[in-house]
């Protein structure tokens, strides 16, 4: 099981360029999360899915959209990238709500100039 | 709002010495409580949750909700314990609108 994978590692992005960050599981998981970790900040909710089509704003939407066509993937849309977004990218995903352990990716290091 | 706090950025202890990384919350219900770990180059992952009331790598922590805390403790620092070490928070009942964390402490432990 290759668990959680998130593509890609790094980016740079201009600022006013589009791009879409990977988030694939192999864990048949319903549950997905979209955090971003600012510098010396703890991990912040931008999205999440309770399951195939069903999708939800968690703390930081702004800026992202996100689509869960599938159970395993849950790619998270920046659009019009701004400096403010420049952060790191965890995707992770749970069998259940909260309550059950969460599964992260390695994470994508996404820096817009 | 829920909030996560810990209020050491880092925390330097010689091997053999015990370890208490700090966190205090603030919620209004019954929260669901983890410090989770990275250890260098590697991904975020659980270390233990409040419900199980286990001990993981020799680390136990207890809920105390009158002081509203979830400190983290461990008798007997090991070099391998090095690490980043979040506390986090998720709302009672199973909900899925995830995890509330803190901004983490690293942890240093010198030889």
């Known amino acids: 099981n290759a668990g959680v994978t998130q593509t890609p590692k790094f980016r740079i992005l201009k600022i006013g360029q589009s791009m879409t960050l990977q988030c694939a599981q192999d864990?048949?998981?319903?549950?997905m999360y979209w955090y971003r970790q600012d510098p010396g900040m703890g991990l912040k909710l931008i999205y999440y899915?309770?399951?195939?089509?069903?999708?939800d704003k968690g703390e930081v939407p702004n800026g992202y959209n996100v689509s869960r066509s599938t159970t395993e993937d849950f790619p998270l849309r920046l659009e019009l990238a701004a400096p403010s977004q420049t952060s790191v990218y965890f995707c992770?995903?749970?069998?259940?709500?909260?309550?059950?352990?969460?599964?992260f990716g390695p994470g994508t290091r996404l820096t817009v100039t | 709002a829920q909030r996560v706090t810990q209020p050491e950025k880092l925390l330097s202890v010689f091997k053999g010495a015990p370890v208490e990384l700090k966190c205090n919350y603030s919620?209004?219900?019954?929260?669901?409580l983890f410090w989770y770990v990275q250890y260098s180059r590697q991904r975020l992952q659980l270390l233990l949750r409040?419900?199980s009331r286990e001990s993981i790598k020799g680390f136990t922590a207890d809920l105390n909700k009158g002081e509203t805390s979830f400190h983290l403790k461990k008798p007997f620092a090991q070099e391998e314990d090095s690490a980043m070490y979040y506390c986090?928070?998720?709302?009672?009942?199973?909900?899925?609108?995830?995890?509330?964390f803190g901004k983490g402490t690293h942890l240093i432990i010198q030889p």
């Open positions: 864990m048949n998981h319903n549950y």
């Open positions: 992770a995903s749970s069998y259940s709500g909260t309550a059950y352990e969460q599964y």
């Open positions: 986090a928070l998720g709302r009672s009942g199973g909900g899925a609108d995830g995890l509330t």
């Open positions: 409040h419900i």
């Open positions: 899915s309770v399951g195939a089509g069903i999708t």
């Open positions: 919620y209004s219900g019954s929260p669901e």
